[in-house]
């Protein structure tokens, strides 16, 4: 009998809403436990997951194998061997992983209203290594219709507003690629998009976003409603403050609620699922590779490393402390967040170079490891960050560039002078008058584009290999001849825009064991605590392919469910 005073109890207390928390609440609610009890910090459902472009990295999910993929779990099993190899992650954790993940989507698919839809052609992030496929192990949600909520769509966090049209209307990984590229089909793909949105009046009556939700929301929104129908209570603005311990076992938490502060009590355990450090300055300082910066990161505002603090604070073991899911990123002044640098730095015709006009990497490479590179080329008399991705007018005309769009979407004319006052973006009729605005070196500038107008001809980019992989090519122009990833730069006015050393997050946290049980720094595991997500340590830190956060994230709250409940899949 606990001897602690308590101002409510339940069975289950989650901390966080993304996906790992939402699904670990699904999960045990339809195992046997009832009594569970949704906390997030926030005023809006979703966090990062929300917000995210929502894929989850599974291999041999159900939804492949309808869809007729050649997979095997020992082919994953390879590919992961060759790409976390070196890395700080238990291989039983791995084996758990590619077990368990197809199973966990079986059964939120057999029983909630949660549907995802493989990515046919989104390949791995090294198809160059063995055990890699170019499609089928990345799923991404089915859009989700808002209404289905009723009034409490208004408590969804959006996807980020760099994959909303005009930041309205929502649109799919798959239909990102069409349109950004400008593939075959892509007019009708944008009208039929501006269509539904026009014609949709009801909807418009209530808010100007659109009703058809896609990527993180779409992913966050079913698991959402699946909670609802389930009546598991989600307390908005309420914030996790530490664990209480009592006989070396977790049995609950301080929260704080309206101004309040309560002793929760779970009888049957905490699962931390609240997200990594990633806006946390002083953490990011003490874990993270300079440079770092909180304002970079395109992570939620409220992901501070609280799980992580309490963690410690009851004796709890870390791993992979000191990284996180790297990727540029471009800070807009006045908008909300930091938009992500994925695709555009990928399209032919451009490049990305230091303060000395050199390139420091693959610029079509994935976006993880694209930044890993920028770290190892970055010193002191060789700064890599800021980076700055440069263009030309063909290139302005052709591609969407992050805000700058395309020059029809939004002539020059139309951009504000705050950017180009703030260094963000810049314009010359030459290339060396455009190092200069920038105070990049001229002659490195010129030097550098002069290679990649010889690497656009011969087809071949014999410093960085550009265009050599199946990823390379996902976000290239097919139409471009000899190599889809290179174009000349030469046509004037040319362009440059600052990109940042960002992330989505942090990945390292609590060490879990395969039913992500929070592991002891003594010995052992931390009785009756959990973490899963960002929260935790990660299983896959070296972003093996799309959807390789969300998708650990949800198979460890699955797994956390079968431990709680002594369930048997």
Not at 307 to 332: E, F, M, P
């Amino acid at each position: 009998m606990s001897e602690q005073v308590w101002d409510r109890s339940v069975e289950l207390l989650v901390v966080g809403t993304g996906n790992g928390g939402l699904t670990a609440a699904v999960c045990n609610y339809e195992m046997g436990t009832k009594d569970v009890l949704v906390i997030e910090k926030a005023n809006e459902v979703g966090g990062t997951s929300s917000s995210s472009g929502g894929g989850i990295w599974i291999p041999c999910s159900h939804y492949a194998q309808e869809a007729g993929a050649q997979d095997s779990i020992e082919e994953a099993r390879e590919y992961l061997r060759q790409t976390l190899e070196g890395e700080d992650v238990p291989p039983e954790l791995i084996d758990n992983y590619l077990e368990n993940g197809p199973k966990m989507l079986r059964f939120l698919h057999d029983r909630t209203p949660v549907r995802y839809e493989s990515l046919d052609h989104y390949p791995d992030y090294y198809t160059n290594l063995p055990g890699a496929k170019e499609g089928h192990r990345s799923l991404e949600p089915a859009p989700f219709m808002a209404s289905e909520l009723g009034s409490d769509y208004k408590k969804l966090r959006y996807t980020h507003h760099m994959m909303r049209m005009f930041g309205l209307i929502h649109f799919t990984q798959v239909e990102a690629q069409v349109l950004m590229v400008q593939m075959p089909g892509w007019i009708k793909v944008l009208m039929k998009m501006l269509w539904d949105y026009a014609i949709d009046i009801p909807w418009r009556l209530r808010t100007k976003i659109s009703r058809r939700l896609c990527c993180g929301s779409a992913g966050v929104g079913r698991l959402f409603l699946a909670a609802k129908q389930r009546n598991i209570p989600i307390e908005l603005n309420t914030a996790f403050k530490e664990l209480i311990v009592e006989d070396h076992r977790v049995v609950g938490a301080v929260i704080e609620q309206n101004g309040k502060t309560l002793r929760v009590q779970a009888t049957k355990g905490v699962i931390l699922a609240s997200g990594g450090f990633e806006k946390n300055q002083a953490l990011r300082e003490q874990y993270l590779p300079a440079p770092t910066n909180k304002e970079w990161s395109a992570g939620a505002e409220t992901n501070q490393g609280d799980a992580l603090q309490a963690g410690l604070n009851v004796g709890a073991k870390t791993r992979l402390i000191n990284g996180a899911w790297w990727t540029t990123t471009v800070c807009v002044p006045d908008e909300p967040q930091p938009r992500l640098s994925i695709m555009e730095k990928s399209f032919p015709g451009s490049c990305v170079v230091n303060k000395a006009g050199k390139r420091f990497a693959n610029e079509s490479q994935n976006y993880m490891a694209f930044q890993k590179e920028l770290f190892k080329a970055h010193t002191d008399d060789n700064p890599c960050a800021p980076a700055y991705h440069v263009f030309d007018a063909r290139f302005r005309r052709t591609y969407i560039a992050g805000p700058l769009m395309t020059s029809a979407m939004k002539p020059d004319w139309t951009i504000p002078k705050k950017w180009f006052d703030t260094g963000l973006v810049a314009k010359a009729n030459t290339i060396r008058e455009l190092a200069e605005k920038l105070g990049i070196d001229p002659d490195g500038l010129e030097e550098t584009i002069k290679k990649m107008n010889h690497y656009a001809v011969t087809g071949k980019d014999e410093e960085f290999g550009r265009g050599d992989s199946a990823y390379d090519r996902y976000y290239a122009d097919p139409a471009i001849k000899p190599n889809p990833c290179l174009a000349t730069i030469d046509e004037a006015p040319y362009y440059a825009m600052r990109i940042d050393a960002g992330d989505f997050g942090t990945l390292g946290g609590l060490d879990t064991t395969v039913d992500a049980q929070v592991k002891a720094e003594a010995g052992g595991v931390i009785e009756g605590l959990y973490a899963v997500g960002n929260a935790s340590a990660a299983l896959l830190p070296t972003y093996p392919g799309p959807g390789a956060t969300l998708g650990p994230a949800m198979t460890m709250a699955y797994q956390a469910a079968k431990h709680i409940n002594n369930y048997k899949d």
